[in-house]
């Protein structure tokens, strides 16, 4: 062929996190065919969908074989009756959204990857470390990245003040984080929207986790006043409702949002979506207006309740241990420093050959997670009780 290829995807970091985990975890296997081994390494859901979600898609599904209620091709930016349930739910934040400024999509990894469709050449600010996904497709872009990093020392928050070269740039806050379960407080994102003010930078605020804050955090970015005007919000129903398999998520666009001539960037990510996205499916879209119910929220919250104890669970052994940790509150995941200055590899070995469990190296989500590792709460109670008493005992 004499087509030419994006050269940009040359300049992605072949990932061998998940490979090499996997092959570790085969060979130890062989070698121990009656280990137990317990994996927390998983960063999916699993319990079930709840009733009330089922039930909502089983009957919009019921209605697409009757020709009086069949629907065709969804509106690109979602059904009206989902959008009003997603603005319900942000008022119990406080937040008041025009139905315009929220666009539903089959997830937040899509929305996250595609908005740099809308946006030209800029800075791109990116903690480390962090869900891959923003880095990836910055690069894919030929876009240049700075990386802000996370560390012991200002709890893997990193702040405006971390960034050398005070201008405007696209910066990506994922909070709760993934892989950190770090989470912003009030003041610390206040600080973040006043620098994207003052520089005219954009912030993209990923909060995929908002569904596991219990602490007077904030849940969304437009708790913080004026991020309206500097802020897109990418959220999702998998970690809330258990969508990972079923797949919805929302963008928030507000329509204050101005590029520097003058452009909506409301407007343009309407025509991206009109352009490339044919729409959520109608009983999927069903299902995630049941999640956001008001019978779907608690039988939603039982699910991330049971999520939330293992990590207490968890957090609690290394509390004893004197191990440094991030997250394991508002956040299903638990972000270890290793012991005895162990690397994140060591320590995995170690995990794996004493205890029999499997969690994630730091360095597999950025330079910054050398010497740290994710352990997740996603696991049964059972093999995250087996799981504790495991490394209460090799800690
Ligand atoms: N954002 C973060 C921080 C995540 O960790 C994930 C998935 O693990 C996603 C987004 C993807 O969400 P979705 O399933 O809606 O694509």
């Not at 406080?94 to 997830?107: M, N, P, Q, T």
């Not at 791109?124 to 240049?144: A, K, T």
């Not at 600080?191 to 003010?197: I, R, S």
Request: aromatic share 12%; net charge negative; with cysteine.
């Amino acid at each position: 062929m004499n087509i030419k290829v994006n050269d940009n995807f040359k300049n992605i970091k072949e990932t061998y996190l998940f490979s090499e985990i996997a092959s570790r975890v085969r060979a130890y296997k062989e070698a121990h065919p009656e280990a137990d081994l317990i994996r927390l390494g998983i960063g999916d859901v699993t319990l079930p969908l709840a009733p009330v979600v089922v039930k909502a898609m089983q009957d919009a599904s019921a209605e697409m074989g009757v020709k009086e209620t069949f629907r065709g091709y969804p509106p690109e930016s979602g059904y009206e009756f989902l959008k009003q349930a997603v603005s319900d739910r942000y008022s119990t934040f406080g937040v008041s959204l025009d139905l315009s400024e929220i666009f539903i999509s089959d997830g937040a990894k899509s929305d996250i990857g595609n908005l740099v469709d809308i946006l030209g050449e800029n800075d791109i600010v990116i903690p480390d470390p962090v869900y891959p996904v923003y880095v990836d497709s910055n690069l894919m872009n030929g876009n240049r990245i700075s990386i802000i990093s996370g560390s012991k020392e200002n709890g893997f928050l990193p702040m405006p003040d971390s960034i050398t070269e005070k201008k405007s740039a696209v910066i990506y806050i994922c909070s709760p984080n993934n892989p950190t379960g770090a989470a912003y407080n009030r003041d610390q994102l206040k600080e973040w929207v006043e620098y994207a003010l003052e520089t005219g930078s954009l912030i993209i605020y990923d909060s995929a986790y908002e569904a596991f804050v219990v602490d007077d955090l904030p849940h969304s970015i437009y708790e913080i006043e004026g991020a309206e005007r500097c802020a897109i919000e990418v959220c999702s129903f998998s970690k809330f409702a258990g969508f990972t398999g079923v797949r919805c998520g929302w963008t928030i666009v507000p329509q204050a949002l101005k590029a520097e001539d003058g452009t909506s960037l409301n407007k343009m990510w309407f025509r991206r979506q009109a352009t490339k996205f044919n729409g959520v499916s109608y009983p999927v879209q069903r299902a995630a207006q049941a999640a956001l119910s008001e019978e779907g929220m608690v039988q939603c919250m039982e699910n991330i309740e049971y999520y939330r104890k293992n990590a207490a669970l968890l957090a609690d052994v290394f509390d004893s241990k004197g191990v440094f940790y991030t997250g394991g509150r508002n956040s299903p995941y638990i972000w270890l420093e290793c012991p005895d200055n162990m690397g994140s590899w060591e320590f995995f070995d170690k995990l794996l050959n004493e205890a029999h469990i499997v969690g994630t190296p730091g360095e597999g989500f950025g330079e910054a997670g050398e010497g740290f590792f994710r352990i997740t709460a996603f696991g049964t109670r059972e093999s995250t009780e087996e799981a504790c008493r495991r490394l209460a005992g090799i800690l």
